[in-house]
């Protein structure tokens, strides 16, 4: 190929399985980009231990590529700053995605502005194609996999995605130049599809599996999935997460990966399938789904704000904010599971990050 690919070193920590957040945006009370919060946002996440950063998706608000805000280019480069600091520093590969929109045009544009700040894959989301057939949208993979690297999205229809099926993920596998799929429909089955297309498609040993399944992300990440492929039974994991839900607590999220690719026995998978229960019931409240995820957002800002990360929970929609009894329930999960909060690790190193 003549168009950009990963290399080897991030080939690798993405295959071996990293802690990804979903990058969230800070804003001041006048909605305006917090730049400081916003990098001291990004030295957490890598201070933390996570193995990459994905910046301008869902998290990061799908406004910010309007006009009359103009905050793509500038969150992308704040976040490519700090990273490229980070790595000078430590010599640890971290891997920059960043969210690609749009149709095939506006894609276009947003690939070659990711790829110009240096970010080493794309996030491909399919939402601006809501009635379109298999055919269309690989034709618009494909034309973006010319610009960089992709990583395929299957985004839940409540957060604005659409419904993909097994055909699809098995032709949009063999791109030659996807190299991971994030599988985010919340949905047993639909997660089922990602996999037994990519198991299928002749090249499941090219793609990282990732979950974006906030509701199900231990059990996702504990099962070795087996099915048989010509006679011969392929076997495959979820190697990492790119989550929303790892924006906040994102030490725990890199101790919780660490313990599950460390994992043998039966008793450490009871123990963390029960954890796991715990960490739906956080994400249930951090998320609401309650109220069909409307307050989703918010949730993860009012996190941060508790931390001291963020000033505030604005959006830069004035109309979004946390939903009625949303709070409360934070307040109940942060009582009942306090072993899963890094509180204590932001607290001591919230100066330095802001400075």
């Known amino acids: ?73 500038p969150v992308l480069e704040i976040a490519g700053e700090e990273i490229d600091n980070f790595v000078r520093k430590s010599n640890k590969p971290i891997i920059k995605v960043a969210g690609i929109l749009g149709r095939t045009e506006q894609a276009a544009d947003e690939a070659r502005t990711a790829v110009d700040i240096g970010y080493h894959a794309g996030l491909l989301s399919f939402s601006a194609f809501p009635n379109d057939n298999n055919q269309t949208l690989l034709d ?37 130049n996807v190299s991971a799929i994030k599988i985010a429909p919340f949905n047993r089955y639909q997660t089922l599809d990602v996999i037994q297309g990519v198991m ?36 495959k994991r979820i190697v990492g997460g790119l989550l929303g839900h790892w924006a906040v607590w994102t030490k725990s999220a890199v101790e919780l990966l660490n313990r599950i690719h460390k994992t043998e026995t039966d008793k450490s ?16 409240a951090f998320f609401d789904a309650a109220h069909n995820f409307a307050g989703c957002i918010p949730g993860i800002h009012e996190v941060l704000r508790r931390q001291g990360l963020l000033k505030g929970i ?42």
């Open 269 to 284: 998978v009871s123990e963390l399938l029960s954890l796991g229960v715990q960490i739906t019931d956080s994400n249930a």
């Open 1 to 73: 190929m003549d168009f950009p690919q990963l290399t080897k070193d991030i080939l690798k920590i993405l295959h071996t399985g990293v802690v990804i957040p979903a990058q969230p945006l800070a804003l001041d009370i006048n909605r305006k980009l917090d730049e400081r919060c916003q990098r001291a946002l990004t030295r957490y996440y890598l201070d933390a231990g996570a193995g990459g950063l994905a910046v301008a998706v869902h998290t990061t608000q799908f406004e910010i590529r309007k006009p009359e805000i103009g905050l793509l280019k």
């Open 140 to 176: 618009h993979a494909r034309e973006i996999s010319k610009i960089i690297p992709l990583i395929g999205f299957y985004l839940q229809p409540a957060a604005g995605g659409r419904l993909l099926d097994e055909n699809f993920w098995r032709e949009f596998s063999r791109i030659e």
């Open 200 to 235: 299928t498609s002749g090249r499941s040993d090219d793609i990282a599996l990732y979950t974006g399944n906030d509701d199900n992300i231990v059990a996702d990440l504990l099962t070795e999935f087996a099915i048989p492929v010509n006679g011969k039974l392929i076997k």
């Open 314 to 355: 604005w959006t830069l929609n004035p109309e979004e904010g946390l939903s009625v009894g949303q709070k409360e329930e934070i307040d109940r999960v942060y009582a009942s599971y306090p072993h899963m909060n890094d509180d204590i690790f932001v607290a001591e190193n919230l100066d330095r990050w802001m400075s």
